[in-house]
């Protein structure tokens, strides 16, 4: 994983941004392409094809600007809700995304991890993230968590299942269980938690996304819908943490 704080040391976009407490996990809900597509009288999946463009836009900034990580809400547990069609459109976008991307990602070094239920994805889709975890496993570079198939809840629920069933087998007694070992039963085991989380679209809520996680996370949100969102938006949301006063319940505050 790459080293905490690595990111202020780096050479930054030039007078973008300064290099001074750059956030280490920034994770973002990319939300409001159904939205986009809708105003402009088109079907919502043109509107998930213009997020992706958006999303390789956002990979490739974030990389330049040496955060650690970054987590990409792709697929929520409640979007199998939505009709058919849209449903297998979206499933075929990691696959997509990956044949066009995969080259540039280990090129930049960077590290593709997964969070979600991968085994209820179509096999292709399955397939096509596994083999992107294999092939990029080893990159020690940024790391891109997509979360696919993914809900908060049911995270946290898989979590405790797994740490009664080790409590079963007597590999934990009931005093080993605490916040880090349950931390290390989700699918985020070896991040850190999102220091900031960004959600486009004009939504103010979370959706099921990180729950945990994002306890002492700073939230940034935006009208603008995620096909329209650009590196300045993201640059924004950077400079905008970088002014906020983290406290984590003490009284300590910004010099
Ligand atoms: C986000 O855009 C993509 C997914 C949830 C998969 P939406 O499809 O939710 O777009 P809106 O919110 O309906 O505009
Ligand atoms: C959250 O967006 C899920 C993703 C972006 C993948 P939704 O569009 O599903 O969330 P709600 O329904 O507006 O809360
Ligand atoms: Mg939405």
Not at 137 to 159: D, H, P
């Amino acid at each position: 994983m790459p080293e905490k704080g690595k990111a202020a040391g780096k050479s930054l976009l030039p007078g973008k941004i300064g290099g001074e407490n750059i956030p280490f996990h920034i994770a973002i809900i990319m939300d409001g392409n159904g939205r986009w597509a809708r105003k402009r009288g088109l079907p919502r999946i043109a509107g998930h094809k213009r997020g992706m463009d958006t999303l390789i836009k956002i990979v490739t900034c974030a990389h330049a600007l040496g955060i650690g990580a970054l987590s990409l809400y792709a697929f929520s547990t409640e979007n199998w809700k939505r009709p058919a069609l849209e449903v297998d459109f979206l499933m075929r976008l990691p696959e997509e995304y990956l044949r066009k991307e995969l080259d540039r990602l280990m090129e930049k070094d960077i590290r593709i991890l997964a969070a979600g239920e991968l085994g209820q994805l179509p096999s292709r889709t399955q397939l096509a993230i596994e083999e992107a975890l294999i092939k990029t496993g080893k990159n020690k570079g940024m790391i891109l968590n997509f979360a696919v198939n993914y809900g908060g809840r049911s995270e946290i629920i898989r979590a405790i299942k797994d740490i009664l069933l080790l409590v079963r087998k007597g590999q934990y007694r009931e005093e080993d269980i605490s916040e880090d070992l349950l931390a290390k039963h989700l699918y985020t085991a070896n991040l850190p938690d999102p220091d900031l989380l960004i959600r486009p679209s004009g939504e103010v809520r979370v959706s099921n996304f990180m729950l945990w996680q994002l306890a002492y996370t700073e939230l940034w949100f935006t009208d603008t819908l995620w096909p329209d969102f650009t590196e300045e938006h993201f640059l924004q949301a950077i400079r905008d943490y970088q002014a906020r006063d983290r406290r984590f319940g003490n009284i300590q505050t910004k010099a």
